[in-house]
């Protein structure tokens, strides 16, 4: 099968023929038809997030299931599905209590001593997030995917395994959002707009979308803000200023030091600050210790939308399919394999919400 291979960072990924094993008892194979490029994948590109290469990147597909292991009861050949990186184990204490977003013993890979999953003659290629979603085909983990309502495009099912998941989760989950709040948001790409989307959904009064990028405004509005504002040191003053002292929650989904310190800054007595995007490898923020203890603010972080994906997956998608989530406007292009490098230009270039790779095998 073809798949996009990272082999170097900060060098385009190169279009190769590999080989996907068969199913252990525990595993599924899916043929992806519609894969979203996050920019979670590109911090690997960069080298912001270290990767064990070669490796297939991509973690927001949605597909058909091919072929299900012995022990697979839940899944058929058939099933279409969204896969989702947050595999989990089910006995831990998190996953007993109802996170299994952020279980510790996720199986993600297969066990050291068997074959890699994924390999081109005798070399090993590791998948991004237990996942590999820059492939005709997937080998995954029983417990990184769910089943999505009859009907629902898998172009746009594509994006409910993250950027619909993790934003909207972001907003309504653990940032909690309250009917009649005030929300800003920093960074409109794919996983911020939907954290403004979740934001309206929460039934917030007032959403300040703030973007270095003036483009992004328009979309942003189209997902629920109200008000935009230019990104920047100045943004602070400009958000507490419109809002009389600061806004009731915040979100920061860039994933940058000085963005997650601005979020706080923009929250008023009170305020509740979620941390989304994620920051380079050892990367770190700082917190005026007396301000947050004076003023009682929280900061939380919210990883894959903060609840079971098994169950939200399929509720976005019905919520899609009843004309109350926006997905058509997240998609600004359908690519195919062979241009993800454009792709990803594109998105670093500010340009667009999502590209979808559509595959037609
Ligand atoms: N101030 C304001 N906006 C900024 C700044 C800044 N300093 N730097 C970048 N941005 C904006 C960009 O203009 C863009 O609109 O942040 C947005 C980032 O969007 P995408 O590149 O589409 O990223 P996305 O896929 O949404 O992911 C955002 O969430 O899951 C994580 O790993 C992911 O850290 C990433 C974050
Ligand atoms: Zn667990
Ligand atoms: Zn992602």
Same mark, same amino acid.
């Given at each position: ?10 060098? =385009? ?79 831990? !204490? ?12 996720? =199986?993600?890979?297969? *066990? ?22 820059? *492939? ?63 934001? !309206? ?19 942003? !509005? ?10 920047? =040191? ?28 601005? *979020? ?14 994620? *920051? ?82």
């Amino acid at each position: 099968m073809k798949a996009a291979v990272l082999r170097e960072i900060q060098q =385009p990924l190169t279009i190769e023929d590999v080989e996907l094993d068969a199913p252990r008892p525990d595993e599924v194979r899916i043929r992806v038809v519609g894969s979203g490029l996050c920019h979670s994948d590109y911090h690997s590109i960069s080298g912001d997030l270290l990767t064990p290469m070669p490796a297939v990147l991509g973690h927001e597909a949605a597909g058909v299931v091919e072929a299900v292991g012995s022990d697979v009861s839940e899944f058929k050949p058939g099933d279409e599905v969204v896969s989702c990186t947050s595999m989990y184990c089910g006995h831990c !204490r998190d996953c007993q209590t109802g996170h299994n977003n952020v279980c510790g013993n996720n =199986p993600k890979s297969r *066990a050291e001593d068997l074959p890699s999953r994924i390999t081109r003659g005798k070399e090993a290629i590791s998948q991004f997030a237990g996942l590999g979603g820059f *492939a005709e085909e997937m080998l995954i983990h029983r417990t990184g995917l769910t089943k999505i309502p009859e009907g629902m495009p898998l172009d746009r099912a594509a994006l409910l395994g993250c950027a619909v998941l993790t934003g909207v989760g972001a907003a309504l989950n653990r940032g909690a959002v309250s009917p009649g709040s005030t929300v800003v948001v920093i960074g409109c790409g794919g996983v911020g707009l939907n954290v403004i989307q979740g934001a !309206r959904l929460a039934g917030a009064a007032r959403i300040i979308a703030v973007d270095l990028n003036e483009r992004k405004f328009d979309l942003a !509005r189209t997902f629920g803000a109200t008000d935009c504002v230019k990104g920047g =040191p100045d943004a602070v003053a400009e958000v507490r200023e419109m809002t009389g002292g600061g806004a009731d929650y915040s979100f920061e989904v860039i994933g940058l030091p000085s963005t997650q310190e601005q *979020a706080l800054m923009m929250l008023r007595r009170r305020g509740v600050f979620t941390v989304v995007g994620m *920051a380079p490898s050892g990367s770190s923020f700082s917190v005026p210790g007396v301000m947050v203890m004076a003023m009682e603010l929280e900061v939380r972080g919210s990883l894959m939308g903060s609840a079971p994906f098994q169950q939200a997956i399929p509720n976005y998608a019905q919520l899609y399919l009843n004309g109350k989530l926006k997905l058509d406007e997240l998609v600004s292009q359908r690519i195919k394999l062979e241009d993800i490098n454009d792709g990803y230009d594109n998105m670093i270039a500010g340009d667009v919400a999502r590209s979808v790779i559509v595959f037609d095998n």
